[in-house]
Every structure is written in C-alpha cells, then in structure tokens.
C-alpha cells in the first residue's frame, strides 16, 4: 500500500517536471496540502514527510485538527467559500485566507485579525468559469475588490486564487488559468505588489504550473482518495 510519504514525494516529482518542461524553477511553486476529510494522523504523517502548509476547507473540522496537532509548526491556510459568521475564527485561527470574493467579507477579517498576529495573507477569488455554483468574483470587478482589500490594516493582499471548472479538455484547463495569469499580470501593471497564483489541483496541476501557477492545492494525490463523510460537529459547506 502506497504511503502518504511516497504520495507527497509523487506530487513534489510532479511539480518538478512540470515546471521543467516549461523552463520554470522548481522552487517558485510552493506546495498546498488539500487536507479536507482527512483524520489529524494523516496530516501528521505529511508534516512528518516534510509537509508543512496544508488547507482547509471547512472550518469546524479544520479547527479540531489545528488544536490537535497544535505541537508542529503548520502553516493554515483556509480554501473554502467564507460565510459572515465565520470570519473571526477564520482570522484568528489561519495565516491565510485564499476565497475572498466581496467587501464584506475582506473588511470582517480585517476588524477580527488580532493584533498580536501578523496581517492575514489573502487571495481575492475569481470566478474564471462563470458557473453559478462557484464561488468568485467576476473577471470584471476584481481590480476594484483588490483595491478595497488592498487599504484594510490587518489584510495583506497576496495575490489571486480560482477554482476552474472540472473537465478533461486540456485546452479549456488552460485557457482559464491564463484567464486568471492575465488578470494578475494586469493588477501588476496598475501597482499592485502581488506574488501568489493559487491554482492547480491533483488532476490538473500540470497546466496550472504551465499556466504560471505559484501555489498547487492537491489533496486526493497526497492523501488518496475521500474514504469517510464529514462528521456533521466537524463542520459542514462553507457556501
């Protein structure tokens, strides 16, 4: 049976390949642990790999695991759509926050960010699919939600963040990470000092790395497939 261990070390093989065949340095990709569903124990066995950066999609259930191995230096990054009433234990909990999609919700991390913390580090998300269940802004409308995060005290704004639709057409998989690649070259443009493109999963992350991605979210090829349902006290769809 394949372990975590040998998994973690066939995605960081992934990545390197990826980003040579596009003649990009390896080490401008950082690697996100997806860890959604995933017992504590095995997020242990990543770090013990040599993980250190893992995110979370639902809050509840990422809270049990932050408490759980509060003994390791983890990274949190939450990754999953943000209701208003989550938002202090978002900002008090995780060093990055990658689905900022409106003002509201940018500006409540903001005023619940503890000052004895550094800012939070965050992603506007857009929504480079147009599909009505996804969560994002619109294409048209993230400079201006860049410009509002980019003026609150306790956030600062890192870059963009997407997830594309599901397909297996290789030609549509990049054409939406461009779509986000070009909108971050043009927020550069107007002065914005952005570094992060969060894009790219277990299926598609080649494309996303050719597409400029500086941060991979993979789950299911590290920690294999979803076994077990989210026990309902462990949080439900951030939606």
């Known amino acids: 049976m394949t372990s975590i261990a040998d998994r973690l070390q066939a995605v960081k093989t992934r990545i390197a390949d990826a980003a040579k065949q596009c ?26 790999a040599g993980q250190t950066v893992f995110g979370e999609n639902y809050l509840q259930e990422g809270l049990v695991k932050i408490k759980a191995l509060a003994d390791l230096p983890i990274e949190w990054h939450f990754i999953g759509p943000i209701q208003s009433n989550k ?20 500006n409540r991390l903001s005023v619940a960010r503890p000052d004895t913390l550094p800012p939070l580090q965050v992603c506007v998300q857009v929504n480079v699919s147009g599909e009505i269940t996804k969560s994002g802004v619109d294409p048209e409308k993230v400079a201006e939600l860049a410009a509002y995060v980019s003026e609150l005290p306790r956030l600062q704004l890192r870059g963009l963040m997407a997830v594309p639709e599901l397909t297996a057409v290789t030609a549509l998989q990049r054409e939406q990470f461009q779509q986000l690649r070009e909108i971050f070259e043009q927020l550069k443009q107007l002065g914005f000092n952005l570094d992060t493109l969060s894009m790219g999963m277990s299926e598609d992350l080649e494309n996303a790395v050719a597409e400029g991605a500086t941060m991979v979210r993979i789950g299911t090829a590290i920690f294999g497939p979803r076994r077990y349902a989210i026990p309902e006290e462990l949080g439900s769809r951030q939606q």
Request: charged share 25%; glycine share 4%.
């Open 23 to 48: 003649g990009r340095d390896p080490q401008t990709i950082q690697l996100l642990a997806a860890s959604k569903t995933n017992p504590p124990e095995n997020l242990r066995a990543a770090w013990e």
């Open 87 to 106: 938002t202090k234990l978002i900002a008090e909990n995780f060093a990055w926050v990658h689905g900022i999609d409106r003002e509201k919700i940018a």
